[in-house]
């Protein structure tokens, strides 16, 4: 059995290419004018082909097209399909149907995207530190107790950046001058330098056209980080295939009346655990489950049962640093701390299911 992000470690190693580098040097004939349905098909078939060769280590057969300049990509094609879901945005499962490309706004409230922050992040679990961390604006969540509500209610705050500067920024944290080829040499570990691109928010699922296009500008060799609540649509999943080497999950609510009191959202239990089964197929699986007071039997429990079932490969941080923050005061269950032995059963919970605990 693998050991938990062993291609992660792979990539950080120079031995392996971030899957998004590998996506830019597939060549796929497609034409803009070609219906969505027809490209979704195309979409399909390279990404099988693309596990499959990962799969058996034959990356570099020669059965698979290498990019000439003048042709389109795997990343490309993802770039005209996740632009077409803007016209009537589908990208996560509250489907608002807008047209975000004509300036319509749906229930993130995210048009063009807007970064609150983005620095080296020294606080995240010690397989991705230092973090070079995008904090967008704006979430598709509500939650009640929101530790960054400060960003994620206001969509329009912060900054915008071309997805040229914040690719040349990546090469910048990277520790490299961006060049015109991909870098794949082995990288000495320093603290000053970032070892992956940590996409979060609010949730990064909103400005995922414009995480497409940053890469397309992006050059180095670096681990591509999905840091979010999991709420997207099945075609949004499949745009992350091939993109995305590590899935750092939130993983909250073991029922979905939780979910719809706290966090506003329907049928979260089957839409989040459906798209953790999906990315433990494409990638490689962190899952954080922060323990809320009060919420150890209806949410902890569940939530860590359900990881032992069918998450084994994933690594799992049970985390105690609940906050009653936000409008956490106008729901009594979760208007405290996390008490010890609260946090002491979660815990001893996760090990008792033998699950690889950060
Ligand atoms: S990303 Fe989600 S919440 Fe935002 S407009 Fe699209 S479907 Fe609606």
């Known amino acids: 059995m693998k050991q938990p992000l062993s291609r992660y470690y792979s990539i950080l190693d120079g031995k392996s290419k971030a899957y998004y580098l590998l996506s830019k040097e597939i060549q796929v004939d497609f034409s803009p004018s070609q219906p969505d349905e027809e490209l979704w098909k195309?979409?399909?078939?390279?990404?099988?082909?693309?596990?499959?060769?990962i799969d058996n280590e034959k990356f570099k057969s020669k059965s698979m097209k290498r990019l000439d300049k003048t042709a389109r990509s795997l990343l490309d094609l993802k770039l005209e399909l996740a632009k077409r879901m803007l016209s009537r945005c589908e990208i996560c499962e509250w489907r608002c149907c807008v047209n975000r490309n004509e300036g319509f706004k749906g229930r993130c409230g995210v048009l063009d995207p807007r970064i609150a922050s983005e620095f080296l992040h020294y606080g995240e679990e010690p397989p991705l530190i230092p973090s070079y961390t995008i904090f967008f604006s704006g979430c598709n969540f509500k939650c009640v107790f929101c530790q960054n509500y400060d960003i994620s209610t206001h969509p329009d705050e912060g900054i915008y950046l071309s997805p040229q500067r914040l690719a040349a920024k990546i090469a910048e944290r990277f520790g490299r001058i961006a060049s015109s080829t991909a870098i794949s040499a082995t990288k000495v570990w320093s603290p000053m330098f970032a070892v992956n691109v940590n996409w979060v928010g609010g949730d990064?699922?909103?400005n995922l056209y414009y995480v497409l296009e940053v890469l397309r500008h992006t050059v180095v060799n670096i681990p591509q980080?999905?840091?979010?609540?999991?709420?997207?649509?099945?075609?949004?999943?499949?745009?992350?295939?091939?993109?995305?080497?590590?899935?750092?999950?939130d993983f909250k609510y073991g029922n979905n009346s939780c979910a719809r009191r706290l966090s506003g959202v329907q049928n979260?239990?089957?839409?989040?655990?459906?798209?953790?089964?999906?990315?433990?197929?494409?990638?490689?699986?962190?899952?954080?489950?922060?323990?809320?007071?009060?919420?150890?039997?209806?949410?902890?429990?569940?939530?860590?049962?359900?990881?032992?079932e069918n998450l084994s490969s994933a690594l799992v941080n049970v985390m105690d640093?609940?906050?009653?923050?936000?409008?956490?005061?106008?729901?009594?269950?979760?208007?405290?701390?996390?008490?010890?032995?609260?946090?002491?059963?979660?815990?001893?919970?996760?090990?008792?299911?033998?699950?690889?605990?950060?």
Request: charge should be negative; charged fraction near 20%.
């Open 321 to 358: 640093q609940y906050r009653p923050m936000h409008r956490a005061y106008e729901h009594r269950d979760i208007n405290r701390l996390l008490t010890p032995s609260e946090f002491e059963e979660a815990y001893g919970f996760a090990r008792e299911l033998n699950l690889h605990l950060v």
């Open 225 to 249: 980080i999905w840091n979010s609540n999991m709420f997207l649509t099945e075609r949004s999943m499949e745009l992350l295939d091939g993109i995305i080497d590590v899935y750092l999950t």
């Open 42 to 53: 195309l979409h399909t078939d390279q990404i099988a082909e693309f596990h499959l060769h």
């Open 268 to 308: 979260y239990f089957e839409i989040v655990s459906r798209n953790h089964l999906l990315a433990a197929k494409q990638a490689e699986v962190i899952v954080r489950h922060l323990v809320l007071p009060n919420h150890i039997e209806c949410c902890t429990k569940p939530v860590l049962k359900w990881i032992a």
């Open 204 to 206: 990064p699922t909103p």
